[in-house]
């Protein structure tokens, strides 16, 4: 017999003559193959399913040796089949071979071999498919394969409890872990084992089993100490799941894995003593410690740190660090945490606190900050007290002065002259003169300066008119004072004339020195200032020329933080704004969104969204709000933020307001019609569109129902502000059965008297006194207040921004009448509203509804 290499490409030979068997008939309409092979196995006859499975036509495969179309690795054990037939025919042969098709694939098959009756030489050979068997079997060996070694690498051991048939199966590297071989047998009943757990967690553990045998839990996880088998404790964390149960509901079958986490244990053991180290440092060297969560705001603080500020570690009304912060270094300090905190790098900062006892100590700190394991960005430091060592210092400062006295003495007397020519008299700061000999030496290369600030201070025309010139002199001393006290040591700063102010920057500054100025000026002088019983309040525009790019001269950037100036009173003032090579590109941009307002409106881009109000006891919905958005088509839904300030620039508020209200009233009709449940709807008026002509007359051919439609006016517009026809429009708009909300209440500075003037139906919280009433007792008594104050005047009172279920609880339990917020429903279309009503889906499950009220009186008798 030839072995498989030498028969693969054979000379055909002719078929052997004689008559064929009466089966071949049967056997050519077979589902299996069938092969009929000659004494020197060539291929007498096949069927038509053996040809299917070779792949090749009848003439192709007769006369051919079998094992031309049997795979290489599985020639051998065919012609060693085919070898016994030839000595002992008794009983066939089976075996597993791969058929090889002409385009080299192989198909797994299982052959059959027998001789023909009779005596007969001639070998039949039946093929059955296995191929999907075959390709199962090693699918199934690789996923186990893989769970194994899964397990393995993890660590963890299997256990399987059938508590049916009481067969308890456990796992090799389950036996490997506690020291156990790998044929060790195992007594898993409860009674035995349980001996193994330590004695302080065996309670623990037997309620763990208890709960789960009970069907109480069908996941349970739970951690324990086990003796090994060599004497010494280990870890143990076991993990089951109930996977078959009884009739009555009791698990019949629990599969876990048991992990040793001993090493991890031991590691939280080291880390406590670590920290417990720490801590006795800290305390030695009298070290305060703080962590302030910067996503949140909430912050923690150590004994110590308390003790250096005087606070009592049990007072649950620690006050915010700014608020112990000494007011002359109050904005140096913040600006220095704020810098930190961007640049990410460690920092250290230096400043005065005043204790509740009226103490002032001096406190160093450092800082940095990190992200924690949960990506919350954070903020570490610490605190000790050096005021010793500064009143020293300041000791040794006043006798150096002290010694240079007569000398300073004589020196102003020479300078006095000159320094009255050249400085104001007012502000006692550089005049023009000064500014203008400054910028020669800056020409002619005697000094160098990398910006030019160009200060205007605003609503300082009305403080002039209305409280009179000395006011205005006294605001004007006070804004020199800021100025001189933020600018740095090699700064020039003057007034120019009337109320504007000029700060040269020394070119030692960077770019982001001067924004960090720029910011200070601005937060310093938005500040009020007092003067004869009177709050005075202003602010400032800063125009700044960024000349150490040597772009322009000293001249030209004087002109070019003039535009800048220009452009940071147009964008809204109290700001400031650089002149850039980009100023005219924004300008461009400025003009392109004003085009594209324009035809927005006329395209019908702009759309409504609503976003539904609940009431806070029941959680119906008792209205919705209206919320302009506008459909850009390059980039999207836009929110007011993106168009407000130019739509307002080109007098288009009304058109996008009247738009807005026609569309929200078209959808409103149509919830009426479907009884959609919407009670009432409400639109943000402009102050623009409340003076529109016409209005009256244009909303009484709208047929609106009464008492179904609000318009939301801002606090900060409406309500001291409110003169003869403002009133008047109001009066016509509520003759209509238009009801009147005042929208942001709380933010701006009305009097009850304005309110009681305008007399809304509806007052709405402003967000930001409704954020903050989880965490700050006082902030959840300011909220009841002016819920109290809307109830005693019969005004209904609306909380926006609630975010979370504890928001509404608190707010519920202050009375408050009406919920709006993302605890609830976000702002959404038409469309999604009503869906959002069909399904119901804002409704928490009872099991979650828990009253805050003890909670809440708590804090207001406070």
């Not at 052997?16 to 007498?44: K, W």
């Not at 400085?423 to 550089?430: F, I, Q």
């Not at 909303?699 to 008047?728: M, T, V, W, Y």
């Amino acid at each position: 017999m030839t072995n498989a290499s030498d028969s693969r490409n054979p000379q055909p030979k002719p078929a052997a003559t004689g008559a064929m068997p009466d089966a071949a008939g049967v056997l050519d309409c077979a589902p299996l193959g069938y092969c009929l092979l000659e004494p020197d196995v060539s291929i007498r006859h096949v069927n038509a399913a053996f040809s299917n499975a070779i792949g090749l036509p009848h003439a192709a495969i007769l006369g051919q040796p079998i094992l031309r179309f049997v795979h290489d690795g599985d020639a051998g054990p065919l012609g060693t089949i085919i070898a016994e037939l030839a000595v002992d025919a008794a009983l066939p042969r089976q075996c597993e071979l791969r058929l090889v098709q002409p385009d080299g694939s192989a198909g797994w098959v299982m052959a059959s071999l027998s001789k023909m009756p009779g005596g007969s030489p001639w070998i039949i050979l039946q093929t059955q498919s296995i191929d999907d068997l075959k390709q199962a079997a090693a699918s199934l060996q690789k996923s186990e394969t893989r769970w194994k070694y899964a397990l393995e690498s993890a660590h963890q051991g299997v256990w399987d409890h059938d508590f049916s048939t009481n067969d308890l199966f456990y796992s090799i590297p389950w036996k490997r872990l506690r020291g156990m071989a790998a044929d060790a047998p195992v007594d898993g009943s409860l009674d035995v084992w349980i001996e193994s757990v330590h004695p302080a967690d065996r309670e623990h553990v037997l309620e763990c089993i208890r709960r789960q045998d009970e069907g109480d839990v069908e996941f349970n996880t739970f951690q324990y100490r086990e003796r090994h088998a060599d004497g010494h404790w280990i870890w143990i964390e076991s993990r089951g799941a109930s996977i078959e149960w009884t009739p009555e509901g009791k698990p019949s079958r629990i599969i876990g894995t048991d992990t040793d986490i001993s090493e991890r244990k031991k590691a939280e053991a080291q880390l406590e003593e670590i920290s417990r180290r720490l801590r006795l440092a800290l305390d030695v060297s009298k070290v305060g410690v703080f962590e302030a969560n910067l996503d949140t705001g909430s912050i923690i603080r150590d004994p110590q740190l308390l003790s250096i500020y005087g606070l009592d570690q049990h007072d649950p009304g620690v006050p915010a660090f700014e608020e112990r912060l000494h007011p002359q270094d109050r904005d140096a300090a913040l600006a220095r945490v704020a810098a930190g905190i961007a640049s990410n790098i460690p920092f250290m900062n230096a400043f005065r606190i005043i204790r509740p006892d009226g103490e002032i100590r001096h406190i160093r700190s450092t800082s940095v900050t990190f992200t924690d394991s949960e990506g919350a960005h954070k903020l570490i430091g610490a605190n000790w007290d050096v005021t010793e060592d500064v009143t020293l210092r300041e000791d040794l400062e006043r006798a150096r002065q002290l010694a240079e006295t007569r000398n300073i003495e004589l020196e102003a007397a020479r300078s006095r002259i000159e320094y009255n020519a050249l400085h104001d008299h007012l502000t006692g700061l550089p005049n023009r003169r000064f500014l203008d000999q400054r910028l020669d030496e800056w020409i002619a290369d005697k000094v160098d300066y990398c910006a030019i600030l160009h200060i205007d201070l605003d609503r300082f025309k009305q403080i002039n008119d209305t409280l009179g010139h000395q006011a205005g002199d006294a605001m004007l001393v006070h804004t020199a004072k800021v100025l001189s006290a933020i600018i740095k040591e090699y700064d020039f700063v003057a007034r120019i004339g009337g109320d504007e102010f000029l700060v040269l920057c020394d070119a030692r500054q960077s770019q982001a020195d001067v924004i960090s100025l720029t910011d200070r000026i601005i937060e310093a002088l938005r500040q009020p200032v007092p003067y004869e019983a009177h709050l005075c309040r202003f602010g400032a525009s800063v125009g700044i020329a960024w000349t150490a790019d040597g772009t322009a001269d000293a001249k030209q950037s004087l002109m070019n933080a003039d535009i800048a100036l220009y452009r940071a009173k147009g964008l809204g003032r109290n700001r400031y704004e650089f002149f850039t090579q980009q100023l005219q590109t924004q300008i461009h941009h400025a003009k392109r969104t004003a085009d594209e307002i324009i035809k927005g409106l006329e395209d019908g881009e702009f759309v409504p969204f609503y976003q539904p109000q609940f009431d806070a006891r029941t959680l119906d919905i008792t209205g919705v709000e209206t919320l302009a958005r506008w459909r850009h088509p390059k980039h999207g839904l836009l929110a007011p933020d993106y168009f407000l300030k130019i739509a307002e620039d080109i007098n288009a508020l009304t058109a996008i307001d009247r738009c807005i209200a026609e569309q929200a009233l078209h959808d409103f009709s149509r919830w009426e019609t479907q009884d959609l449940g919407v009670p009432r709807f409400s639109v943000n008026v402009s102050s623009p569109r409340l003076r529109e002509p016409g209005l009256i007359d244009s909303l009484r051919q709208l047929n609106i129902p009464r008492g179904k439609l609000s318009f939301e006016l801002l606090e900060s517009i409406f309500l001291d502000d409110l003169d003869a026809d403002s009133s008047q429009i109001l009066k016509d708009i509520g003759a209509l059965g238009i009801d009147i909300e005042i929208d942001d209440f709380g933010t701006g500075h009305a009097s009850i008297v304005g309110l009681m003037k305008l007399n809304p139906s509806r007052l709405k919280i402003d967000r930001a006194l409704v954020k903050p009433i989880i965490e700050a007792a006082e902030q959840r008594k300011l909220v009841g207040s002016i819920i109290d104050i809307g109830h005693s005047l019969n005004i209904e009172v609306v909380a926006e921004g609630v975010e979370t279920i504890d928001h509404a609880h608190i707010l519920r339990d202050l009375g408050c009448d009406t919920l709006q917020g993302y605890a609830f429903a976000r702002p959404m279309a038409r469309a999604d509203l009503e869906a959002f009503i069909h399904s119901g889906s804002w409704r928490p499950p009872e099991a979650t509804v828990q009253p805050a009220r003890r909670t809440v009186l708590s804090d207001l008798k406070a």
